[in-house]
């Protein structure tokens, strides 16, 4: 099991740096940056790139809206290309209130173009001229929408490695699928082990019958708050907000994802009652409605004893890293978590 962790933004950015510097002499294996309406991902992780030298880095996760393919695909070689081949793309939908709120382009067609979009990452990194007719894409532009110039032209630069890795982020049943067939990692959110077959199961099984065998194993990246201690008990109630802001708060009614798996979970009167709270402002009223049971199943927080059980239910449920989401505010905490993270998790 490897164990990754999210850029923390609790100082200054090279306090973040020297931070991930610290947890990758401590054994951590993957450093993710995020990228929403925050600042961009690519100048922290090219950062990153330049003070480390063994700890992978991942976005997490490019929204497949923000930038042109040909842009994704030579970003991701320029990250590998500084990172000495630890790069990992990862890239996801978002949602619409992000994609027409924030970067003023219509959210359509999520599946096929993150497929399209995988497919010219990889043309652009084996350096094939980029000649691409989709449903979504067309390069070289036609002529009837330009000026009728554009030529079909290939890398200037040879990349590290042709096939850098993707992790596509996805939680709905066809999202899942795709993955499963295209992407070298996958990245569900609010994973429960037991009951990741029954939501999750029949996606992942089509996706793996059309995965092309080059790929290797399908990788499953998934984040927890994590909190190890006899007295980590009371982190619990730490969980309960996000969870509140992403069933509650995050999309529209009708188009809120996070609530739509908790229903698929069987939690479909405490979605509706955690969204209504929500959207009503009143927020800590939505927190306190989200069940115990959702709480500690997408958690590892406890003893020692309890978080290994957790673990080793993660990784039967195919679980392969998890993306640590440390409870304890302390910069020395987090490097204690990880420290013991990394020797619970073998």
């Not at 449920?317 to 910069?331: E, F, K, W, Y």
């Amino acid at each position: 099991m490897r164990i990754g962790i999210q850029a923390s933004y609790s100082g200054g950015f090279r306090e973040t740096a020297a931070e991930i510097r610290d947890l990758e002499s401590a054994g951590l294996d993957l450093a993710m940056v995020a990228e929403v309406y925050t600042f961009d991902a690519v100048s922290q992780l090219g950062y990153l790139a330049a003070v480390t030298e063994r700890v992978e880095l991942m976005s997490g996760i490019f929204p497949i809206y923000s930038r042109t393919p040909a842009l994704t695909a030579m970003t991701a070689a320029g990250l590998d290309f500084v990172s000495d081949g630890r790069f990992t793309l990862g890239l996801g939908a978002s949602g619409p209130q992000v994609i027409e709120g924030w970067h003023g382009v219509p959210y359509d067609a999520p599946l096929q173009r993150t497929r399209e979009i995988v497919e010219i990452c990889r043309r652009v990194w084996r350096r094939e001229r980029l000649a691409h007719e989709g449903p979504k894409y067309s390069i070289p532009l036609p002529p009837e929408q330009g000026t009728g110039l554009g030529k079909p032209l290939k890398l200037i630069n040879t990349p590290v490695r042709e096939r850098i890795p993707v992790l596509l982020a996805a939680i709905g049943p066809k999202n899942v699928q795709m993955a499963a067939e295209i992407a070298e990692a996958w990245e569900p959110i609010f994973f429960v082990p037991e009951k990741a077959a029954s939501v999750w199961g029949e996606s992942l099984a089509a996706g793996r019958a059309k995965r092309d065998p080059d790929l290797g194993d399908l990788q499953v990246v998934v984040g927890v708050p994590v909190a190890v201690g006899e007295d980590a008990e009371p982190m619990l109630d730490l969980v309960r907000p996000q969870l509140a802001l992403y069933i509650g708060g995050m999309g529209a009614r009708g188009k809120n994802f996070y609530n739509d798996l908790a229903r698929r979970y069987g939690y479909e009167a405490e979605a509706e009652k955690i969204q209504d709270l929500y959207l009503d402002g009143r927020k800590d009223e939505a927190a306190a409605a989200v069940p115990e049971e959702l709480v500690r199943a997408v958690s590892l927080i406890g003893p020692e004893s309890h978080v290994a059980e957790r673990i080793a239910a993660f990784a039967e449920a195919g679980v392969t890293t998890l993306m640590l989401q440390p409870l304890d505010a302390s910069r020395e905490g987090r490097l204690r978590t990880v420290e013991t993270m990394k020797r619970l998790a073998g």
